[in-house]
């Protein structure tokens, strides 16, 4: 079976995690024909519009007008096709720049910078020496690869874990027999709270802490010791890599299925959190709230774009 690895806006660390493997990457070669795969290997655009292949592996967000392109290309010649990774299933970290005009993003990357004397945006347009030189166009939003195009599969995960690299792995296999499974999203329909090692006694958080602020213990769950964990609302399948080195959820697997909105449905919880003897007055909570620094970064840090808030420009 011939597989198609692509990028599109992606930090890189996506392609990277699939060397996490190891040396059962060499056993999926072995199963696969890679044919391309740009961070990889020196593949140029017309490799791909040349080519044929059956499962394309897809991470990044769609935020130009080429990569939009590209991705419509790359559905066109698979069939099967999988958002791997939070930019590619919910728009992830470059998502958070739908908080922004496109333009005004173009002026702080290319005027604004400290370091820049005579800035200048690039123009989609250029002539230089009589040539004209054209640049893709840096669209209004950021968008999940599933609002530009069907998807098959979604493996979630900033970057996705090993296991569910495996898993990813295991459902290709199944591709190659001819078996077409039904789970869509690989990672738990449960959420995260329920694969997290600490203890949880559901109290009402005192106050809200950020990470640095506090020495958490490392045995009890950390919303309950004021530090704002997404886990219960985030899907499960990372094995909670992040709260076994004391750090907090920050929800890159994605909502757990039957949550409307991640944000919404976290900062509700989070307000309701508790129970008993254990109760704050609202006021109190809503001090804490007052706390966070970045409510949005923090709340829709992996999935602005799939917010329900609408557009927040
Ligand atoms: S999901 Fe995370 S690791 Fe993957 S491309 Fe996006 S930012 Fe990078
Ligand atoms: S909120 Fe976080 S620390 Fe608490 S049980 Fe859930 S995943 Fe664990
Ligand atoms: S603990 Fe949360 S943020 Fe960390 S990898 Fe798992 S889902 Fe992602």
Redesign the pocket.
Known sequence: MKVIVDWLASCGGCDVSILDLGVKILDVVKEFEIIYWPVALDFKKEDLKSSEADIAIVNGAVRTSEQEEQLKLIRDKVDVLIAYGSCACFGGIPGLGNLFKSEDILKTAYVETPSTTEGKIPQEVTKVDGFELTLPKFLEDVKALDDVVDIDYYVP??PP?LSTIEEMVELMLKLKKGERPEKKVLASDKS?CYECPRSKSFLRPPTINRPHEVVADEERCLLEQGIIC??FV?RGG?G????RVNMP?????GKVPNAFDFGTEAITAIAMAGTGEDYLPPIRITEAVDRIKDVVGLLYQFCLPKSKLGDLK
Do not use: D, E
């Not at 909670?240 to 709260?243: G, I, L, Q």
């Not at 959820?249 to 697997?253: E, H, P, S, T």
């Open positions: 995960g900033c874990s995260l997404l886990g985030t990372c909670a890599r992040c709260v959820c920050r929800g890159c697997y």
